[in-house]
């Protein structure tokens, strides 16, 4: 997959800002996809959106790629290796957004809140 550099970073910035937003609210759902434990898809009625680890780890880099209905990739962007602090501000929200995505995915806050219910501390 090679990385593309033809958009635009604002409406780019823009779109994964409502994307964490919409995952925070639970307006969209993501699904975990492929072969490792670390890729998340979430689809629209005419595309979709793919966001995971490239070294299967959940740290940097990330990769966010947007497909169209046909499954062929119509952007790409890959996050560098190093820190979140070290990241342009546009890496960074992808890192945020594959948080998000995961915690959905696994239902981390569910299972948050019944450990903290067993504990009595709910």
């Given at each position: 997959?090679t990385?593309?550099?033809?958009?635009s970073?604002?409406?780019?910035?823009?779109?994964?800002?409502a994307?964490?937003?919409?995952?925070a609210?639970?307006?969209?759902n993501?699904n975990?996809v492929?072969?490792?434990p670390?890729?998340?898809?979430?689809?629209f009625?005419r595309?979709s959106a793919?966001?995971?680890s490239?070294?299967d780890d959940?740290q940097?880099?990330?990769?966010?790629?947007?497909f169209?209905?046909?499954?062929q990739?119509?952007e790409?962007i890959?996050?560098y290796?190093?820190?979140?602090?070290?990241?342009?501000?546009?890496f960074?929200?992808i890192?945020?957004?594959y948080?998000?995505?995961?915690?959905?995915v696994r239902?981390?806050?569910?299972?948050?809140?019944?450990?903290?219910?067993?504990?009595?501390d709910?």
């Amino acid at each position: 997959m090679t990385e593309n550099t033809d958009y635009s970073e604002p409406k780019m910035a823009k779109f994964v800002d409502a994307l964490i937003r919409a995952t925070a609210n639970e307006r969209v759902n993501w699904n975990q996809v492929g072969t490792g434990p670390d890729s998340f898809q979430v689809s629209f009625p005419r595309n979709s959106a793919m966001v995971w680890s490239i070294d299967d780890d959940g740290q940097h880099p990330f990769r966010l790629a947007l497909f169209d209905a046909n499954g062929q990739t119509l952007e790409s962007i890959e996050t560098y290796r190093n820190s979140a602090e070290d990241q342009p501000p546009l890496f960074a929200k992808i890192g945020e957004l594959y948080a998000a995505a995961r915690k959905q995915v696994r239902n981390i806050d569910a299972i948050l809140d019944g450990i903290l219910e067993d504990l009595g501390d709910s």
